[in-house]
Nanobody, 121 residues
Framework: QVQLVESGGGLVQAGGSLRLSCAAS????????MGWYRQAPGKQRELVAT???????NYADSVKGRFTISRDGAKRTIYLQMNSLKPEDTAVYLC???????????????WGQGTQVTVSS
């Protein structure tokens, strides 16, 4: 069993900052890519940022220069530092990880339950 638990969401004014965390736990052999996605009401889920096991990062154009993803391999945790937040960043933010679990023959994607980020204007 693999669990991803997010924390750090909340309500912030436009221009403010938040830091999200996502910790993976359970019967894990290896974690490859990890990332953050978000889903606003009535919209499709979209990629925010990803980080590989080697630390290479990728960002959506809409968050480049404002958001920073980082990873602590030893803690199996990723973070998303969000600065200069805008009302359009309001969404449920979900953590994703490609995990090779114990007794599995390949990686599978796992998702956290999501954390709400609300940016007021």
């Amino acid at each position: 069993q693999v669990q991803l638990v997010e924390s750090g969401g909340g309500l912030v004014q436009a221009g403010g900052s938040l830091r999200l965390s996502c910790a993976a736990s359970g019967s894990i052999v290896m974690i490859n890519n990890m990332g953050w996605y978000r889903q606003a009401p009535g919209k499709q889920r979209e990629l925010v940022a990803t980080v590989t096991s080697r630390g290479s990062t990728n960002y959506a154009d809409s968050v480049k220069g404002r958001f920073t993803i980082s990873r602590d391999g030893a803690k199996r945790t990723i973070y998303l530092q969000m600065n200069s937040l805008k009302p359009e960043d309001t969404a449920v933010y979900l953590c994703n990880a490609m995990v090779l679990a114990v007794a599995s023959v390949r990686e599978y994607p796992y998702w956290g339950q999501g954390t709400q980020v609300t940016v007021s204007s």
